[in-house]
Nanobody, 124 residues
């Protein structure tokens, strides 16, 4: 079993930055591909970014390319999502997810473990 705990959410003005963290425990971090997803009220949960277990391969949904960066720190068993130039449309609950695979997925059904989510609110 893997436990994921997100932190770093909050309220920020448009144009500001936040860094989300997802601390993992319970399984070898290096054997997990990781993803960040978000869900706005009344909408489906969608992929934001993904990173392979090696950290070499990453993915970003089009709307965040150039603004968000996903990274992982094996020494801390933590994955990060640096979010810059935030926009009101980035407002959502952000979830960290892990899968027992080398490569990330953009499909929520292909993840084995989920965190509880952290709220990000961007005011205009």
């Amino acid at each position: 079993q893997v436990q994921l705990v997100e932190s770093g959410g909050g309220l920020v003005q448009a144009g500001g930055s936040l860094r989300l963290s997802c601390a993992t425990s319970g399984r070898t971090f290096s054997r997990l591909a990781m993803g960040w997803f978000r869900q706005a009220p009344g909408k489906e949960r969608d992929v934001v970014a993904g990173i392979s277990w090696s950290g070499v391969s990453t993915y970003y949904t089009d709307s965040v390319k150039g603004r968000f960066t996903i990274s992982r720190d094996s020494a801390k068993n933590t994955v990060y999502l640096q979010m810059n130039s935030l926009k009101p449309e980035d407002t959502a609950i952000y979830y960290c997810a892990a899968r027992n695979s080398r490569i990330y997925s953009t499909n929520t059904r292909e993840y084995d473990y989920w965190g509880q989510g952290t709220q990000v609110t961007v005011s205009s």
